[in-house]
């Protein structure tokens, strides 16, 4: 079996899975075939490290040659010791892992998120570490943040802050939760109404839609002073209509954002 399809290969027990043969072909041209390929690179973080739960986590850029004479530009995450308990994983998982489970979801069921392109994860022979990898790829345009200081006046965004809501609203439906659905984790083409989330780290699924919505907006709406009313209506429109009790809830806790 060449290294392009042994990383094409799930059935296998090993600690590096590609999910796409482009991405897998890109890898193995470069010769990054094992966890210990991309665990070892330079830890060029592209910010300072995470440093909690007794572990860390950073993040780093990887530029890969495509067919095209390009580079394809993708972000390596790596994690060691960081972990949390659910019932899904009761002896515990680190939380690299839970972010793989919902962006593999998330690719079946089509919400808005960054694309998953490889994942790994092992304990360390050595020292018995739990370690972990993700390689996603990177988004073609900016988070909702960093238009803060751009726009004053949303009023021509309204029909894609309204698509935007709606892609949201999908993931709800589904009753799953973000975790931490912040403007700075919510990346937008203002053009087009396309979204995508990142950091699914804390995502996890509730036993109802509205719960999952209400716990995602409620941590939106504390971050989102700086947008107009109106283009906050525009984004939660669709919320708004499909769960009513939802509407009174957020109205009572955020009274000046619902006019």
Do not use: C
Not at 49 to 73: C, H, M, Y
Not at 156 to 173: C, D, K, T, V, W
């Amino acid at each position: 079996m060449d290294a392009v399809a042994a990383l094409l290969d799930q059935s296998r027990s090993r600690d590096l899975t590609v999910l796409k043969r482009s991405a897998a072909q890109q890898l193995a041209d470069a010769g990054y075939t094992r966890f210990d390929d991309l665990w070892g690179l330079p830890q060029d973080f592209v910010e300072p490290a995470n440093l909690r739960r007794n572990g860390w986590s950073g993040v780093s850029i990887l530029k890969l040659p495509n067919e095209q004479g390009q580079q394809d530009t993708y972000f390596l995450k790596r994690q060691e010791n960081q972990s949390r308990y659910s019932l899904r994983y009761p002896s515990g998982a680190l939380t690299y892992r839970y972010e793989a489970d919902a962006l593999r979801r998330a690719a079946t069921e089509g919400w808005p998120s960054v694309e998953l392109v490889a994942y790994g994860f092992r304990v360390n022979p050595d020292n018995s570490a739990s370690q972990g990898l993700l390689l996603t790829r990177a988004l073609p345009y900016p988070s909702l943040s960093s238009y803060r200081e751009q726009i004053s006046d949303w009023t021509p965004y309204l029909p894609q802050l309204r698509r935007i809501g709606e892609q949201l609203l999908a993931m709800h439906l589904s009753r799953w939760q973000h975790g931490a659905l912040f403007p700075a984790h919510l990346f937008v083409d203002l053009n087009t109404g396309e979204s995508r989330l990142i950091d699914f780290e804390r995502a996890r699924r509730r036993l109802f839609p509205q719960w999952a919505a209400y716990a995602d907006l409620t941590q939106f709406l504390r971050r989102t002073d700086w947008l107009p009313n109106n283009a906050l209506a525009a984004l939660l429109e669709s919320h708004m209509a499909t769960m009513p009790g939802l509407y009174k809830r957020l109205q009572k806790r955020f009274s000046h954002r619902f006019q």
